[in-house]
Nanobody
Framework: QVQLVESGGGLVQAGGSLTLSCAAS????????MGWFRQAPGKEREFVAA????????YYADSAKGRFIISRDTAKNTVVLQMNSLTPEDTAVYYC?????????????????WGQGTQVTVSS
């Protein structure tokens, strides 16, 4: 069992940066691929970024490439999403997720555990 708690959301002006953190509990956290998703009002939850268990492989949605960086610290049981050059289109609730397999990391059904989400609002 893995429990996930996100933090770091807030209000930021366009062009600014935010760092989201996901604190995980569970003995096997280090073996789980992790991902970040987001959901804007009236839209489907969408993939943002994912990282494999070792941190050696990272995956990004086209909208995140070049602006966001995902990383993990297994010793601290955390996954971090560094977001730069934010635009109003990045406004959403951001969710951290953990997967028990290395497959399907870009889709919601590929994950077994989810956090409650943290709101990110980017003003123009």
């Amino acid at each position: 069992q893995v429990q996930l708690v996100e933090s770091g959301g807030g209000l930021v002006q366009a062009g600014g940066s935010l760092t989201l953190s996901c604190a995980a509990s569970g003995r096997t956290f280090g073996t789980y691929p992790m991902g970040w998703f987001r959901q804007a009002p009236g839209k489907e939850r969408e993939f943002v970024a994912a990282i494999n268990w070792s941190g050696g492989n990272r995956y990004y949605a086209d909208s995140a490439k070049g602006r966001f960086i995902i990383s993990r610290d297994t010793a601290k049981n955390t996954v971090v999403l560094q977001m730069n050059s934010l635009t109003p289109e990045d406004t959403a609730v951001y969710y951290c997720a953990a997967s028990s397999t290395p497959y399907g990391l870009a889709i919601t059904s590929g994950y077994d555990y989810w956090g409650q989400g943290t709101q990110v609002t980017v003003s123009s």
